[in-house]
């Protein structure tokens, strides 16, 4: 797999753009891999922006759960 750049060291304006540009590659390599191995183009593209919701959707319950719990850590 390809490697993956780190962020820039400081907050830039662009940083979610970069983000996407730092992992295209690996993107790709993941996607080819799967149409390699017999799943259908349609298939992968469709698994993969399932892949990035899933995620996307427990990165957001985490970080609400820890404000729930940093609320119930207050004497």
């Known amino acids: 797999m390809n490697q ?3 962020p820039p060291a400081a907050r ?3 940083r979610f753009i970069l983000c ?3 992992m295209e590659a690996a993107f790709q390599d993941v996607a080819a891999a799967a149409i390699a191995a017999g799943w ?3 298939e ?3 698994a993969l922006v399932e ?3 899933n995620n ?3 990165v957001l319950a985490n970080q609400d759960l820890g404000v729930v719990l940093a ?3 207050r004497p």
Do not use: K
Request: charged residues 25%; negative net charge.
């Open 44 to 46: 992968v593209a469709t």
């Open 56 to 58: 996307a959707l427990s």
């Open 20 to 22: 996407q540009e730092a």
């Open 51 to 53: 892949l990035a919701d």
């Open 12 to 14: 830039h304006s662009d």
């Open 4 to 6: 993956i750049a780190p």
């Open 71 to 73: 609320t119930l850590d």
């Open 40 to 42: 259908e183009r349609g």
